[in-house]
């Protein structure tokens, strides 16, 4: 008996117990590695094995930390703070704390490996533990779960027994499974459809009961995935009953007593432009050609202020209140969640031809080299001339359509809106070459667009064209915001800039290393004022979409914030929001700044602690509002290519790592993945300074902007991930067959191929394609529904 304990390790019973080992980490006070634990326990080094086995048990329940560098601490002793975890595919998770979290400098972000969860789902607010000596890297782990974060979990209904339902999540990063006792009064959904549960009791490490809420069926619709994504991202949805009730006691239109005191601008014509599926229209415009040279231009705003007030002074705050929370509007191809109640969004404060508006004017002049004068401001009333399309204005303006001119002519004040806009053509001209001349960036890249049958199902999905009637209303909105933050700036009042810091120098030289596989002329030194000759040279060329999209990615991300630090995107040394207050609440704010600084009573400014926690939380949001828009665009691609497997494409290399390739289609903006093992018979090392894959043996090198040619081999909807494969390999790539290695990185780094030539997607990818994108499946043909504005930077 004692030589097998020899072996293994004292007996447990010579260890303390849990207990008492908990309790001589209390007593040390510090994070301590295995021996020095094996010291303070007098402990021979025979128990190292039998002590490892105890405080790896105690760290699987949570009562101990391990750390990097074989150190092991209690929890309690590490800083702990709260955030909210938003889950990885690699089981694994990101924590975002607040900028005011308490105990000093923090990252904004704290890595969670995945063996450190806690069983933490995505979007719970959790309680984590920065790991010590990296709490610049941004490494935890989670203590407990405060409070889940989803309500509702959309799953599959994997099988079904009787009353009962095992369902998996649609969301692959929960690492759960539900079980679902039928109400007497349900009818049975069938397998593999998507049902609605309501979390309730954990029932095993991986198992929770839960309660069915809907049934939604098959998820081939976009009605459907938009459902998901907006459960997904707790996007707001509906209004609580306050802010409705508060909605719903405001006038149909301005009263008598509301246009008291405002410049009439009702003689001029002002006009809005904006998508064909618009409805809520914040902005109008009008310019006028000066006699001495140069132009007056005329930005007016919604005065939403007017109407959505913050609480004090006896008045309810309820839409202020909502307006904060939601941040800024959230837009999806079939639907909208607004930040306003419909009433004003839509209605009271929409800038509707013909009808009169309250607004905030903005009246700029520019010399004829562009350069701005004084601006002046003034609250107003308005009755907009003419609702405007950017392709009707296209039509009209740069396509000297005949017929399009002739219809714009015909509405009551068409022929002097349509003279106003060819002086507004002329200003916009020397607005941009003004602007360019500063040093701006213009990122020209195409958004999504797609169309649907009457079904809602994806038939078709593409670039929407962008042209110089958007840009025109891009120039107008960054001309009135710089005006704007130039005067709330030397008025010296609190207000949130749009702020745009320079890119990391890091960034900058990894981006210029990516860019030598372009061709294109670089300067010797890497420099951010070089970028905007560098997307100069790629214009009109075949490389323009990859390097636009290469320079955007390495930009910082615009933030609010109270303090100025200029907006390098734009070469702005002042910028803000002002221009859409009907959908941003940074724009609500600047609204109210503006007005005070015209003397008028708006109650106290937030300024200080108050306004960056503000900023703070328009971030959050505006970000959680963008994970949506790229969450649906990779839900429609998916649905567009769910019924084209087989079928080949034109790609291009937008991206590589050490598991593979990812291409961007050329006819839609969808982007698929090559794996490593796809690649044919070779030991492939990614070069992540290069970013590029190359070939051991064959030389063979695979990089960024390259075209390749794919064949569409597998779509899975329920992780959004989409498969391709080549049809050919470059040059010199060696088409040996043979058994390829277990997967992972092997030989330093590299990954390994399977041999052989490059897989086919079955009998069909080499035939005729044998569905049209654009063929109807049932029912009219319908575009797709609102889509964010791209008009203000």
Request: glycine share 10%; net charge positive.
């Amino acid at each position: 008996m004692k030589k097998n304990s020899s072996k293994r390790g004292l007996p447990a019973a010579t260890l303390p117990d849990p207990a008492g080992l908990e309790q001589t980490f209390a007593a040390q006070a510090r994070p301590m590695r295995l021996d020095d634990l094996l010291r303070v326990l007098h402990l021979p080094r025979r128990a190292k094995k039998s002590l490892l086995d105890a405080l790896e048990n105690l760290a699987a329940e949570g009562r101990l930390a391990r750390l990097p560098g074989g150190l092991w601490a209690r929890p309690q002793s590490l800083r702990a703070v709260l955030g909210r975890f938003s889950a990885l595919r690699n089981g694994g998770g990101l924590v975002s704390l607040r900028r005011d979290a308490p105990g000093g400098r923090l990252p904004s972000e704290i890595y969670i490996p995945p063996e450190a969860t806690a069983g933490a789902w995505h979007q719970d607010t959790v309680r984590v533990v920065l790991t010590p000596g990296n709490a610049r890297g941004g490494t935890g782990r989670v203590l407990e779960v405060v409070e889940r974060g989803l309500t509702e979990v959309p799953a599959h209904v994997r099988w079904r027994s009787g009353r009962r339902l095992l369902c998996s999540p649609a969301d692959a990063r929960l690492p759960v499974e539900f079980s679902v006792e039928l109400p007497q009064d349900a009818a049975p959904p069938a397998t593999g459809t998507l049902v609605l549960l309501a979390p309730q009791e954990q029932l095993a490490a991986d198992l929770w009961s839960a309660r069915l809420l809907g049934n939604y069926g098959q998820e081939d619709t976009v009605a459907v995935q938009e459902a998901l994504v907006k459960i997904n991202h707790q996007a707001p949805r509906e209004f609580p009953p306050a802010a409705l009730d508060e909605a719903a006691a405001l006038p149909a239109g301005p009263t008598a007593q509301d246009l008291e005191g405002r410049e009439d601008l009702r003689p001029l014509p002002l006009v809005t432009i904006d998508g064909a599926d618009a409805r809520d229209f914040d902005d109008a415009v009008q310019v006028e050609a000066r006699p001495g040279g140069g132009w007056l231009l005329r930005v007016a705003i919604a005065d939403v202020s007017h109407y959505v007030r913050p609480r004090g002074r006896g008045l309810p705050g309820a839409l202020d209140a909502e307006a904060l929370a939601r941040g800024n509007s959230w837009y999806f191809p079939q639907s909208v969640e607004p930040m306003l109640p419909p009433a004003l969004c839509d209605g009271l404060c929409s800038l509707r031809p013909g009808q009169d508006r309250l607004a905030v004017l903005a009246e700029i002049p520019f010399s004829p080299a562009g350069a701005p004068g004084k601006a002046r401001f003034a609250l107003a009333v308005m009755r907009s001339a003419a609702r405007l399309t950017y392709d009707q204005v296209k039509a009209c303006l740069l396509d000297q359509d005949a017929a399009a001119r002739a219809a714009l002519e015909a509405q009551p004040r068409g022929p002097e809106v349509l003279a106003m806009l060819k002086t507004a053509f002329a200003l916009y001209a020397v607005l941009r070459a003004a602007r360019e001349a500063r040093g701006s960036l213009d990122f020209d890249l195409p958004e999504a667009d797609s169309r649907q049958d009457a079904a809602g199902r994806v038939v078709w999905l593409g670039h929407r064209q962008r042209h110089d009637a958007h840009r025109l209303i891009e120039e107008f909105m960054i001309a009135a915001n710089e005006a704007v933050a130039r005067h709330l700036r030397d008025a010296g009042l609190p207000f949130l800039y749009r702020v745009h810091p320079q890119p990391d120098p890091e960034r900058l030289e990894s981006l210029f290393d990516t860019l030598t596989a372009t061709g294109l002329p670089l300067p010797p030194q890497p420099t951010a004022a070089s970028l905007q000759g560098i997307l100069r040279a790629a214009h009109g060329t075949e490389q323009e979409f990859l390097v636009n999209r290469l320079c955007l990615r390495a930009m910082p991300q615009a933030r609010y914030q109270p303090v100025n630090e200029g907006h390098f995107g734009l070469a702005s040394t002042a910028y803000c929001h002002f221009t859409s207050p009907i959908r941003r609440y940074a724009d609500l704010l600047v609204h109210r700044a503006l007005k005070y600084s015209l003397g008028h009573d708006v109650g106290r400014l937030p300024a200080g602690q108050k306004l960056l926690r503000i900023g703070d939380q328009l971030n959050r949001n505006e970000r959680a509002a963008l994970a949506c828009e790229r969450e649906m665009e990779r839900r429609l691609g998916c649905l567009a290519l769910l019924p084209r497997v087989g079928e080949r494409f034109s790609g291009v290399v937008a991206g590589l790592n050490e598991h593979g390739l990812f291409v961007e289609l050329g006819d839609m903006p969808v982007e698929g993945m090559i794996r490593v093992e796809d690649l044919g018979g070779d030991w492939y090392q990614f070069d992540a300074r290069r970013m590029a894959l190359a070939g051991e043996h064959s030389g063979a090198l695979w990089r960024m902007g390259q075209k390749v040619e794919v064949a569409l081999s597998e779509v899975n909807l329920g992780r959004l991930e989409i498969r391709l494969l080549p049809l050919e390999l470059p040059k010199g790539l060696s088409g040996r067959r043979g058994r390829a290695p277990a997967r992972g990185k092997d030989r330093g780094g590299a990954r390994r191929a399977r041999g052989g030539k490059p897989r086919t997607a079955g009998p069909s990818a080499e035939a005729p394609r044998a569905r049209k994108s654009g063929r109807r499946t049932g029912g009219a043909t319908t575009t797709a529904g609102r889509t964010r504005p791209r008009k203000r930077p």
